[in-house]
């Protein structure tokens, strides 16, 4: 068992002479026998990515328990002392992978923040920059708003100049880091437009319906084209409801509670009448949100049942396809022998449990090599937002998995996350290798289509 260091005392003296401590409300509040299951082993230390970046043990899984227990039991306050901790928790859920107790650290760590948001006031500054995300990101169409004044700001150079520079960082880190994952905005962006339904193009063996996601729709459209290709090539229809909208993965993971409901809500109303066998997700994110609509929408009495529903068809693109088998022919995907380095996205590993599938489509491909690299488990630093909000631990996090990445010497990088792939993309610089969805690379091999390594 490892010693605990001063943060834990430091923490307790600075919110225990608090008088009339402001703590949690009555409205599911962290579950006292999930924290009791904890017995402080420490096994979580060695895998919690902020740990190993700030060091102390108040960012770690089990002290952030010992605070929760603490501010149930009314003995610290909830307030910047504390929350600063819980803030700092990525969320990537290694912990639940690691701990030999089996302590249910992400429903704790969920149940936290929503009352985080519901009982502490944040700065002026904090709100503004969490309220521009949540306004933002979750939203295609005000996102597609600001396709064209960010295609000018690239074009025109701005981007380059604040990244140069540096002079945008000095003025706020986190706007700096906003922009520092900034997708290249092609014409593309701008040109996307799938069907309502695409017919299988051998013999029918499924419907489904694939979520388009936020980002994704926009930034990273090649991605949900090549998975409806991939799709109906293995004998799938393909139904894209125009009214969905985001996941609620960002809000949820942020414990903005009513924004997260009502986008559940819309997302299942939008799959109602489809008729679809399974609900295709290729963002390993979004697809850790939409299995737990069950759990978001527990209190609901009129969409319990239907969130329920809805979760069992939920399928990660590559756990579908590697359960039901690939049937399209697959072709090498380069001239010479490939080398692949799989990145494991948080939420898909660790929230999903899905694993093992992806490198099993990925090893059908001729030709292709699968590199394994060291600290797989270990997040990237983008988890969601937290890259946005907390940019220096993300920045140290990110470098370090990019130096894993490519010293295995990989020709090329297979993200299943929109986001692993923006930070990842971030610290690759100048770095001649890229990264690409297994999606894209299943597409490439079913069409014969062969792309030029650096």
Same mark, same amino acid.
Not at 350 to 368: A, D, M, N, Y
Not at 387 to 402: I, T
């Given at each position: 068992?490892?010693?605990?260091?001063?943060?834990?005392?430091?923490?307790?003296? %600075?919110?225990?002479? @608090?008088?009339?401590? $402001?703590?949690?409300?009555?409205?599911?509040?962290?579950?006292?026998? *999930?924290?009791?299951?904890?017995?402080?082993?420490?096994?979580?230390?060695?895998?919690?990515?902020?740990?190993?970046?700030?060091?102390?043990?108040?960012?770690?899984? #089990?002290?952030?328990?010992?605070? !929760?227990?603490?501010?149930?039991?009314?003995?610290?306050?909830?307030?910047?002392?504390?929350?600063?901790?819980?803030?700092?928790?990525?969320?990537?859920?290694?912990?639940?992978?690691?701990?030999?107790?089996?302590?249910?650290?992400?429903?704790?760590?969920?149940?936290?923040?929503?009352?985080?948001?519901?009982?502490?006031?944040?700065?002026?500054?904090?709100?503004?920059?969490?309220?521009?995300?949540?306004?933002?990101?979750?939203?295609?169409?005000?996102?597609?708003?600001?396709?064209?004044?960010?295609?000018?700001?690239? #074009?025109?150079?701005?981007?380059?100049?604040?990244?140069?520079?540096?002079?945008?960082? %000095?003025?706020? +880190?986190?706007?700096?880091?906003?922009?520092?994952?900034?997708?290249?905005?092609?014409?593309?962006?701008? $040109?996307?437009?799938?069907?309502?339904?695409?017919?299988?193009?051998?013999?029918?063996?499924?419907?489904?319906?694939? @979520? *388009?996601?936020?980002?994704? #729709?926009?930034?990273?459209?090649?991605?949900? &084209?090549?998975?409806?290709?991939?799709?109906?090539? %293995?004998?799938?229809?393909?139904?894209? +409801?125009?009214?969905?909208?985001?996941?609620?993965?960002?809000?949820?993971?942020?414990?903005?509670? &009513?924004?997260?409901?009502?986008?559940?809500?819309?997302?299942?109303?939008?799959?109602?009448?489809?008729?679809?066998?399974? @609900?295709?997700?290729?963002?390993?994110?979004?697809?850790?949100?939409?299995?737990?609509?069950?759990?978001?929408?527990a209190d609901d009495l009129e969409y319990r049942e239907k969130a329920k529903e809805f979760a069992a068809k939920v399928r990660d693109a590559q756990e579908f396809l590697a359960t039901v088998g690939l049937t399209a022919k697959l072709s090498p995907l380069a001239?010479?022998?490939?080398?692949?380095?799989?990145?494991?996205?948080?939420?898909?590993?660790?929230?999903?449990?899905?694993?093992?599938?992806? #490198?099993?489509?990925?090893?059908?491909?001729?030709?292709?090599?699968?590199?394994?690299?060291?600290?797989?488990?270990?997040?990237?630093?983008?988890?969601?937002?937290?890259?946005?909000? $907390?940019?220096?631990?993300?920045?140290?996090?990110?470098?370090?998995?990019? $130096? %894993?990445?490519?010293?295995?010497?990989?020709?090329? @990088?297979?993200?299943?996350?929109?986001?692993?792939?923006?930070?990842?993309?971030?610290?690759?610089?100048?770095?001649?290798?890229?990264?690409?969805? +297994? !999606?894209?690379?299943?597409?490439?091999?079913?069409?014969? &289509?062969?792309?030029?390594?650096?």
């Open positions: 068992m490892q010693v605990w260091d001063n943060s834990v005392n430091n923490t307790v003296n %600075n919110t225990a002479s @608090i008088k009339n401590l $402001q703590g949690f409300d009555g409205k599911n509040p962290p579950d006292g026998k *999930l924290i009791d299951s904890c017995v402080h082993c420490g096994f979580c230390l060695s895998t919690c990515p902020s740990y190993r970046v700030i060091g102390k043990e108040m960012d770690s899984p #089990r002290g952030r328990i010992y605070l !929760m227990d603490a501010i149930n039991q009314g003995e610290i306050a909830l307030n910047t002392a504390t929350v600063q901790h819980f803030d700092s928790c990525l969320g990537c859920l290694a912990c639940v992978s690691t701990c030999p107790s089996g302590v249910e650290y992400d429903k704790l760590i969920s149940a936290t923040r929503h009352q985080v948001e519901r009982n502490y006031n944040r700065s002026l500054w904090d709100n503004f920059i969490r309220q521009l995300i949540f306004s933002l990101f979750p939203n295609p169409d005000i996102l597609r708003i600001l396709l064209v004044p960010l295609f000018l700001y690239q #074009r025109l150079g701005f981007s380059k100049f604040f990244r140069a520079t540096g002079l945008l960082k %000095n003025i706020s +880190p986190r706007l700096a880091a906003m922009e520092s994952i900034l997708p290249e905005i092609t014409l593309q962006s701008f $040109q996307s437009n799938l069907p309502d339904v695409i017919p299988a193009q051998s013999e029918k063996r499924y419907r489904v319906g694939v @979520i *388009l996601g936020c980002v994704q #729709r926009l930034f990273f459209s090649s991605v949900n &084209e090549a998975t409806v290709r991939v799709l109906t090539a %293995n004998g799938c229809e393909v139904v894209i +409801p125009k009214s969905q909208g985001c996941c609620a993965a960002l809000p949820e993971h942020q414990g903005q509670t &009513e924004q997260a409901k009502a986008l559940a809500r819309q997302m299942i109303d939008s799959f109602a009448e489809t008729g679809v066998d399974y @609900i295709i997700i290729n963002a390993a994110g979004c697809g850790h949100t939409l299995k737990e609509y069950g759990h978001i929408l001239d010479k022998p490939l080398n692949l380095v799989y990145q494991d996205a948080c939420h898909l590993l660790h929230g999903q449990k899905i694993s093992v599938q992806p #490198r099993q489509l990925l090893r059908q491909i001729p030709e292709v090599s699968l590199k394994e690299p060291l600290d797989a488990a270990i997040c990237c630093g983008s988890a969601g937002v937290y890259n946005m909000l $907390q940019p220096e631990v993300a920045e140290e996090l990110g470098k370090q998995k990019v $130096q %894993n990445l490519l010293n295995t010497g990989a020709d090329l @990088i297979a993200s299943p996350n929109p986001g692993c792939s923006l930070q990842i993309g971030k610290h690759l610089q100048e770095k001649k290798i890229a990264i690409m969805h +297994p !999606m894209e690379l299943l597409d490439y091999a079913i069409r014969g &289509e062969k792309f030029e390594l650096f």
